[in-house]
C-alpha cells in the first residue's frame, strides 16, 4: 500500500447485511460504533441495509426494502410538491 494516501483509521471493518445477515470483510475508514467476533477475531461492525447478496440486480428477485417509512416520507413530499404547483 502506498504510504501516505489512505486515512490513519483505514482497516478491516466487518459489513453485515441486515435483510439477510451476510457479513463480509474489506478495507475501509467508515466510524463504527460496535465490533463483531469473526473467527475468533474481533472487527469493527458497520450494518448495512443492502448487499450485493441482497440487491435485486444481483439476485434476480425483485424485493421492496422500506426502512423506517422512507417511501411513505418519499410519497408525502412528492404529494406536497405536487400540490403547490397547482
Keep these: 500500500m502506498k504510504k501516505g494516501i489512505h486515512p490513519d483509521n483505514y482497516r478491516v471493518v466487518a459489513f453485515k447485511d441486515m435483510s439477510n445477515?451476510?457479513?463480509?470483510l474489506t478495507r475501509s475508514s467508515v466510524q463504527t460504533r460496535e465490533t463483531i467476533?469473526?473467527?475468533g477475531v474481533e472487527y469493527p461492525l458497520?450494518?448495512?441495509e443492502i448487499s450485493n447478496t441482497?440487491?435485486?440486480?444481483?439476485?434476480g428477485k425483485?424485493?421492496?426494502v422500506d426502512t423506517a417509512?422512507?417511501?411513505d416520507k418519499f410519497m408525502n413530499r412528492y404529494k406536497k410538491h405536487l400540490d403547490n404547483k397547482k
Excluded: A, C, N, W
Design 69 to 71: 417509512g422512507r417511501v
Design 54 to 59: 441482497s440487491h435485486p440486480f444481483y439476485t
Design 46 to 48: 458497520y450494518k448495512v
Design 62 to 64: 425483485m424485493k421492496l
Design 21 to 24: 445477515e451476510h457479513v463480509f
Design 37 to 39: 467476533e469473526i473467527d
